[in-house]
């Protein structure tokens, strides 16, 4: 979130620990009670996350609509652009034959930079415009919600059991916990050794969706406190900060800050992005080979 328009908090002056807790929490139906509640459904982020999405979905079939064998239009060469980076990333990586693959790979590079993208809206914006139609709260950076996250992540780790049941059976599938990566040919020997290639194979395993979404997760919420804490420097002074010198010394320093940090994080997203699909593409296509 950039920090370049006045916020209608600077009028209210709360203090520092309630403007961070206010940006930190969502809207929410209820309270969660405990770490896992199931009843809690966080609207801001599900907002988000389908408006995202119903705007991926919408750029793409207008370049879709509108593609023509000619010389491409800007638009149609920005899609185009996209389209050939996620294939070629694909067809590097990617041994097996699937025609899931490469689109779900497109949706997920895509689906994530926009996520990671509304990081970059000025950090009180779209809290103000909710507080002024009378909603208490509201994040509007999907990724730094691990409902979401998790969310993609699982379904990513759902795929990946599929397609190694599919493509090894369930005999396969459980061979490769069980006999992997002692092995022995002695048969005593590697009954002995199951219980440890279980235990060693299933910690890796379970591995790939905590690191998937925690990966993002981190990087995001890293990046959104940032915003937050640039913010704070011309929280409690607001306009009157116009009065002084040392005032506008605050507001070049948090401009300043605000921009550098704006472009870091802008490759940061970027990179996030690239990672988790480069990552779900990596781990679908160890789940179509046979060791």
Request: proline letters at 4%; hydrophobic letters at 55%; aromatic letters at 14%.
């Amino acid at each position: 979130m950039s920090t370049m328009l006045p916020s209608l908090y600077a009028a209210a002056r709360p203090s520092l620990t309630e403007y961070i807790t206010h940006h930190i929490t969502f809207l929410t139906n209820e309270r969660p009670v405990g770490i896992i509640d199931f009843s809690v459904v966080n609207f801001d982020s599900v907002f988000f996350s389908i408006a995202l999405a119903v705007l991926f979905a919408g750029m793409f079939f207008t370049a879709a609509r509108r593609a023509t064998t000619g010389v491409p239009g800007k638009f149609q060469g920005f899609i185009e652009l996209i389209l050939g980076f996620v294939d070629s990333q694909v067809k590097d990586t990617f041994q097996g034959t699937s025609r899931l693959i490469a689109p779900l790979a497109l949706t997920i590079f895509c689906w994530v930079f926009l996520f990671n993208f509304m990081d970059l809206l000025p950090v009180d914006l779209l809290p103000d415009v909710a507080r002024s139609i009378g909603l208490g709260h509201l994040k509007d950076v999907p990724s730094t919600d691990l409902n979401i996250v998790f969310g993609l992540s699982l379904t990513v780790f759902a795929l990946i059991i599929f397609y190694s049941i599919r493509m090894k059976g369930l005999g396969g599938f459980i061979a490769e916990f069980t006999l992997h990566p002692f092995a022995s040919k002695n048969l005593l020997l590697q009954a002995l050794l199951v219980p440890v290639n279980l235990l060693l194979e299933s910690v890796m395993f379970f591995a790939r969706p905590i690191s998937l979404a925690l990966r993002l997760y981190g990087n995001l919420y890293a990046g959104e406190m940032v915003f937050v804490l640039i913010a704070l420097l011309t929280l409690k002074s607001g306009y009157h900060a116009l009065a002084s010198a040392g005032g506008w010394a605050m507001i070049v320093l948090q401009f300043v800050l605000g921009l550098a940090w704006t472009g870091f994080d802008l490759v940061i997203g970027l990179l996030q992005a690239f990672i988790f699909m480069m990552l779900t593409v990596v781990y679908l296509s160890q789940a179509y080979e046979h060791h």
